[in-house]
């Protein structure tokens, strides 16, 4: 199987995995759904129940999150047990037989169902469950194997929805960055245009001490550069290896507190349109990394 362990890996997925033998058919199921932490559930034949330490202890070295239901079936063949000649116990009947003809020439022989039907000439083997946990175990591998691919390929599709996301939270930093200075300078031509309205004393001094005051409420560069920052370090957590999904989430909550800040600060309809944008798309990307390992 390839290495996906730097891949974007799902919680969601499905493996099935089959094999059969002379001691009968194992079929293997391993679902896997969205979970914070990992959560293993075993059903498994009350023959088999020996091996569920085994299986929880190999999860644990190979997934980081989800609920895991493991679902283990085992049909022994149609006879339940199997027959076989015991050479000994028969040689030493057929040894009493010849002795018997020897002292009783005239007397019938039995036929071979006769002599299979002495008791300890047929016996019975139950089936061999040491070969059928061997093969219990390889199965389990093999579901195992197919389930991290199916969540490593759902991942992808999740990583490139994020993606898509996060060019649009770009393009709403880059069209705020666009917007201030035209933002601020029309709150300086309107502050001025009320105090003319009024025929306010101007106080050149006071006048300009409020246009900084108004300009640094409407100031959004910091929060602008840290949702740049924030979008960069999701990118970067996407190409890693192992367990993504607790960090992201972290990372969006910090992506919507930016957003949150820009809508507070907001002083134009312009502005408030790019936060809510950006809160509408910080909340799809959350959605989707909650099925992300």
């Not at 990118?235 to 507070?264: C, H, I, V, W, Y």
């Amino acid at each position: 199987m390839a290495d996906s362990s730097n891949r974007v890996h799902s919680m969601t997925a499905f493996a099935r995995q089959s094999r059969e033998g002379e001691w009968g058919s194992l079929q293997l199921e391993l679902r896997s759904v969205n979970q914070r932490y990992l959560e293993p559930h075993f059903r498994l034949p009350e023959a088999l129940r020996d091996l569920e330490p085994a299986f929880r202890e190999t999860l644990r070295a190979r997934l980081g999150r989800g609920k895991v239901e493991c679902n283990l079936r085992f049909d022994p063949t149609s006879v339940s047990e199997t027959l076989a000649v015991n050479h000994l116990r028969l040689s030493a009947l057929a040894q009493a037989l010849g002795e018997v003809r020897e002292a009783l020439p005239q007397s019938p022989m039995p036929d071979a169902l006769a002599l299979l039907d002495h008791p300890g000439v047929l016996e019975s083997q139950g089936v061999d469950l040491d070969a059928v946990k061997a093969e219990a175990n390889a199965l389990f591998q093999a579901a195992l194997d197919e389930l991290i691919e199916a969540r490593a390929r759902e991942g992808e599709k999740l990583a490139a929805l994020i993606r898509d996301r996060l060019v649009g939270v770009r393009e709403q930093v880059i069209a705020v960055r666009r917007l201030m200075p035209t933002i601020l300078e029309r709150q300086r031509t309107q502050l001025l245009e009320r105090l003319e309205t009024v025929k306010a004393e101007l106080d050149p001094q006071r006048l300009e001490a409020e246009l900084v005051l108004l300009a640094q409420k409407a100031d959004v560069d910091e929060e602008l550069d840290r949702l740049a920052t924030h979008v960069s370090e999701v990118e970067r957590q996407l190409k890693q290896k192992g367990p993504m999904g607790r960090r992201l989430d972290f990372l969006m909550q910090e992506l919507n507190r930016e957003a949150n800040t820009l809508s507070s600060k907001s002083v134009v309809a312009n502005t408030t349109r790019c936060a809510v944008e950006l809160k509408v798309l910080i909340e799809q990307m959350r959605e989707q990394i909650q099925n992300i390992e």
